[in-house]
């Protein structure tokens, strides 16, 4: 593919140029904050070319990494901002762990690091998981920790954006990864998403992943993107030809990454998390290695999209 890793400003090709090349696009994957949305509100722009490409033939799906709510939930927010989608193509990170473990048939409990997003879909799947609620630190944290009482049948612990998530908390998870055999899981690396004008950032499952991986010494498996496992239904079910699929994402650490992971052609929206700084940052930095999270294309916002193929 030319374009492979180019950064292509779509806008600087000629109209005839871009229909040619969607015309081989059969599937197209949406990321969903700081693509589809941005907090409660909808991206325009985007909501105008998702429906168009529908309505062009195109299969598109949501793959989100957020785990704030489960697939239903995730659909229910779609449907309410405008977009035209279901169920079967709603693609999310609760999703991918709750699979993987149902895959290694996987019978013991899990204890979660995380909201509801990722207990639905455990349940959903006949996975027995429990959370703790915010404990405070209301003895020394010596004999918190020493008198801190654990549920042998926990065989794997499960991180996800926890907006309680505290030190007892901490403290709890790293007590049960002293035992090697118990599985280490996270949704998602995603540092947080940026609010408002300052960009603060509401903060996601990332930072809380890596407390309790700096803590135990142990290294979680990541089953969100930028994992493929994330699209290994679709894909052995033939719905998704990778060759044939555009990621569009605003991260180019989550998204980017798992279209090359996934061989998927990658388009990077600048509606959200990265920018073409940090595209010019990894082009600069002179680490090959590096080179395949530069997005083969690229736009500011998803409007041309639409207004190429109307
Ligand atoms: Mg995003």
Same mark, same amino acid.
């Given at each position: ?23 081989? /696009?059969?599937? =197209? ?8 949305? !941005?907090?409660? +509100? ?15 033939? +195109? ?26 989608? !279901? ?11 709750? !699979? ?6 996987? #019978?013991?409990? =899990? ?8 207990? *639905? ?21 010596? !004999? ?9 049948? =926990? ?15 901490? /403290? ?24 408002? *004008? ?14 309790? +991986? ?28 990778? *060759? ?7 991260? /180019? #650490? ?10 998927? #052609? ?15 940052? /990894? ?28």
């Amino acid at each position: 593919m030319m374009f492979k890793h180019s950064c292509t400003h779509l806008t600087t090709l000629t109209k005839q140029r871009v229909l040619q090349w969607l015309g081989t /696009i059969e599937t =197209v994957l949406f990321d969903a904050d700081g693509v589809l949305w !941005d907090n409660d +509100k909808p991206i325009a722009s985007a909501v105008n070319a998702f429906n168009t490409l529908r309505a062009a033939g +195109k299969r598109n799906y949501i793959v989100t990494n957020n785990t704030t709510v489960s697939c239903d939930g995730i659909l229910k927010k779609a449907i309410s901002l405008g977009l035209e989608t !279901d169920k079967d193509h709603i693609i999310s990170a609760s999703l991918s762990v709750a !699979d993987y473990l149902a895959n290694k048939k996987f #019978q013991k409990k =899990v204890f979660l690091v995380g909201e509801s997003g990722i207990s *639905e879909e455990l349940a959903n799947l006949d996975i027995c998981s429990f959370t703790v609620k915010p404990e405070p630190m209301n003895k020394s944290m010596k !004999d918190f920790t020493l008198e801190l009482k654990l549920d042998p049948d =926990v065989g794997a612990i499960v991180v996800g954006r926890d907006d309680n998530f505290n030190v007892p908390t901490l /403290i709890r998870a790293n007590s049960y990864l002293q035992n090697r055999r118990i599985l280490f899981l996270g949704a998602g690396m995603d540092k947080g998403y940026p609010i408002g *004008e300052n960009r603060r950032m509401v903060v996601g499952g990332g930072p809380i992943i890596a407390a309790i +991986k700096t803590v135990s010494e142990r290294k979680p498996l990541i089953l969100g993107k930028p994992n493929p496992w994330m699209l290994r239904r679709p894909i052995s079910a033939g719905l998704i030809n990778p *060759e044939t699929t555009l990621m569009i994402g605003d991260t /180019i #650490q989550t998204d980017i990454m798992f279209a090359y992971n996934t061989g998927c #052609q990658s388009l990077l929206v600048g509606t959200g998390v990265s920018s073409l700084k940090d595209v010019a940052k /990894i082009r600069n930095s002179g680490n090959d290695k590096m080179m395949v999270m530069v997005p083969d294309f690229y736009l500011p916002n998803l409007e041309p999209i639409s207004e190429h193929l109307c």
